[in-house]
């Protein structure tokens, strides 16, 4: 990441990147999910951030700990999971998450499948959600790296004006009220929306994020 007290750069962040998938993390095949979300990040935000990556198997206590560890001690602000929302057996990501949030938000579950059901009818098998905990916000995701992009998003028309705004257009606004790092995004790729009252001046685009390991 990118010096936060530089010049004319706003403060950085830490974004948790949780790809979850027994057959990704076994090895059996090479995790899309990951890299899928580092590259929307890189082009979406302006604000400087550093990813803390976890590839980890369908397994609701480790994802629990993952959860937590990248919360409580790694200090992200936001964490973003990919995999296991699906009706299967082995599908436990949104179980964890609930487990491991103090307070629900709906919202985004309801607009990710709005989105996805724009596309395919099975939308309504998902089970996303979103979650607080302190003051980081964690929100599950689909598993494709398409569908990562069109929930993160929204819907386009031909002209690029959105049709079914995606979801992180909510997210910064929901950082700032539980006190989380401003953060700013390119309006190219993803507006974000906050009340006058809340939106700070502009700040120059700082180098691209590092993500760790």
């Not at 599950?140 to 705004?165: A, F």
């Not at 309006?187 to 700070?200: G, T």
């Amino acid at each position: 990441m990118s010096n936060p007290e530089s010049a004319g750069a706003s403060p950085g962040i830490r974004i948790g990147l949780v790809s979850i998938s027994d057959r990704a993390s076994g090895g059996v095949y090479q995790d899309q999910g990951i890299p899928a979300l580092q590259e929307w990040l890189s082009r979406a935000l302006r604000t400087p951030f550093e990813s803390v990556a976890r590839l980890i198997p369908d397994e609701r206590p480790l994802i629990e700990r993952t959860l937590i560890e990248l919360v409580d001690e790694a200090g992200c602000s936001l964490v973003l999971t990919t995999g296991g929302t699906g009706p299967a057996l082995r599908d436990v990501t949104p179980e964890a998450t609930l487990a491991v949030g103090h307070k629900e938000m709906p919202g985004f579950g309801e607009q990710m499948r709005q989105i996805s059901l724009n596309f395919v009818p099975t939308a309504i098998l998902s089970r996303q959600v979103a979650v607080i905990r302190g003051a980081a916000l964690i929100i599950n995701l689909p598993g494709q790296p398409k569908s990562i992009r069109e929930t993160l998003e929204g819907v386009k028309d031909e002209l690029g004006h959105p049709k079914v705004h995606g979801i992180f257009a909510a997210v910064p606004y929901c950082l700032d009220l539980i006190g989380a790092p401003y953060l700013e995004t390119d309006e190219a790729v993803c507006k974000a929306f906050r009340p006058k009252s809340a939106v700070r001046p502009a700040t120059s685009r700082s180098a691209p994020a590092r993500p760790e390991p």
